[in-house]
């Protein structure tokens, strides 16, 4: 099975994208008006879909069609436009920013829950110089509480900012939020 029929099973019982995460409607650098922004396996769209909703040029990638699915189906509802790319962001080959659309990078990047290192080190080349990532990953302490997400979908303690080659830390935070143990990193690729 692939990963794109694994998801796709999962959210074959979905009809709705769910909330944005807060994580990324509290960023404060988004405020300020950002005109791109791309969301990496978002998911069925709920944070894809806010930030199309703040007026920015929003690419929802993910490797599950049925998601994408509903995330569409959602901006037609709200008569938003979305843009929707399925890809699969695990493959050896990473998508050059070319076939992921942006044709000149976007100005924010957003990633939550979803760990692939190697693209992580390559947030930097989806943005434009100036372009900040977004990123939020449950840390291994978030095992004390919850079961899932299991080991290998989790980071180290101080990891992610690492993992962010080629780009400057706007700030991290590491910690409980509500029952979740996350690391919550903004950062910037220097101009
Ligand atoms: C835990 S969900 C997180 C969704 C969303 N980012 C959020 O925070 O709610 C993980 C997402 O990663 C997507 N995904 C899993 N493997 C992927 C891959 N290889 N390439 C692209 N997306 C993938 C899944 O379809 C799913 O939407």
Same mark, same amino acid.
């Given at each position: 099975?692939?990963?794109?029929?694994?998801?796709d099973?999962?959210y074959?019982?979905?009809q709705?994208?769910g909330?944005p995460?807060?994580?990324? +409607?509290?960023?404060?650098? $988004?405020?300020?008006?950002?005109?791109?922004?791309? @969301?990496?396996?978002g998911g =069925?769209? #709920?944070?894809?879909l806010?930030?199309?909703q703040?007026?920015i040029d929003?690419?929802l990638?993910?490797v599950?069609g049925r998601?994408?699915?509903?995330?569409?189906?959602a901006?037609i509802e709200?008569?938003?436009?979305l843009? +929707?790319?399925?890809a699969d $962001?695990?493959?050896?080959?990473?998508?050059?920013? @070319?076939e992921l659309?942006g =044709?000149? #990078?976007?100005?924010a990047?957003?990633c939550t829950?979803?760990?692939?290192?190697?693209l992580?080190?390559?947030l930097?080349?989806?943005?434009?110089?100036?372009?900040i990532?977004?990123?939020l990953?449950?840390?291994v302490?978030?095992?004390?509480?919850?079961?899932r997400?299991?080991?290998?979908?989790?980071?180290?303690?101080g990891?992610?900012?690492?993992?962010?080659?080629?780009l400057?830390?706007v700030?991290?935070?590491?910690g409980?939020?509500?029952?979740?143990?996350?690391?919550r990193?903004v950062a910037?690729?220097?101009r």
């Amino acid at each position: 099975m692939t990963a794109g029929e694994r998801w796709d099973a999962k959210y074959a019982v979905w009809q709705e994208p769910g909330a944005p995460s807060e994580f990324v +409607t509290g960023c404060a650098e $988004l405020a300020g008006g950002c005109p791109t922004a791309v @969301d990496l396996a978002g998911g =069925a769209g #709920g944070t894809a879909l806010w930030l199309a909703q703040q007026g920015i040029d929003t690419t929802l990638v993910d490797v599950s069609g049925r998601a994408l699915e509903i995330a569409r189906d959602a901006a037609i509802e709200r008569g938003l436009r979305l843009r +929707t790319l399925q890809a699969d $962001l695990e493959s050896d080959l990473l998508p050059t920013l @070319d076939e992921l659309g942006g =044709a000149d #990078g976007w100005h924010a990047a957003v990633c939550t829950n979803f760990l692939h290192r190697p693209l992580l080190g390559a947030l930097d080349g989806l943005l434009v110089p100036g372009g900040i990532a977004l990123v939020l990953i449950a840390t291994v302490d978030n095992l004390l509480r919850n079961a899932r997400p299991g080991r290998p979908f989790l980071v180290e303690r101080g990891e992610l900012p690492e993992l962010c080659t080629g780009l400057e830390p706007v700030s991290f935070e590491e910690g409980w939020f509500g029952q979740r143990h996350e690391a919550r990193l903004v950062a910037r690729r220097p101009r």
